[in-house]
């Protein structure tokens, strides 16, 4: 189901960058559309996409899915929860994400946590990775398979 498993970025050895200074600058979600992708029937509507959270030029990104029984998912409504996150510092975002979880779900906090968690991690590698793997993720490429499209 994963349209990014095949152009996931090799994360390098650290640097000893501190993550603690750096602030949510933007927060894209993408809902896939699955009339695109070849997924098997399922019980409900399954709803899957990509949360992609940037710092300084530096993106950090998840994928998520989930089955309901809505149709259409309102991608504004349930991307709601992640605007708290703009302008946090990386650890206040994660502390907020833990307080939130009962509040959020399940599926928006695991999704929060991974994209925060690569996003960590790819700050403290070297810039010169930030460039190459950041241009893994064409933005014209996942459009073209995106039903939805929410960005703050």
């Known amino acids: 189901m994963s349209l990014l498993s ?6 390098h050895a650290a640097s000893t960058s501190n993550t ?12 896939y559309d699955n009339r695109c992708l070849a997924l098997p029937e399922m019980d409900g509507y399954l709803h899957c996409g990509l ?17 309901d029984q809505v149709q259409h998912l ?34 928006r906090s695991q999704v929060a ?8 991690i790819r700050l403290q590698d070297s810039p010169d990775v930030w460039t190459s793997s950041d241009a893994l993720i064409n933005h014209a490429f996942l459009l073209d398979y995106t039903i ?3 960005s703050f």
């Open 51 to 67: 949360l992609k959270i940037a710092s300084h030029g530096v993106t950090g990104w998840a994928e998520y899915s989930f089955t």
């Open 74 to 107: 309102d991608l504004v409504k349930w991307s709601r929860v992640f605007t708290s996150l703009k302008k946090c510092p990386l650890d206040q975002a994660l502390s907020h994400i833990d307080q939130q979880q009962q509040n959020w779900g399940s599926v």
């Open 148 to 150: 939805a499209y929410y």
């Open 6 to 11: 095949a152009i996931s970025p090799v994360t």
């Open 20 to 31: 603690s200074v750096h602030v949510i600058h933007s927060i894209e979600v993408f809902q």
């Open 113 to 120: 946590l991974e994209a925060l968690t690569e996003l960590r």
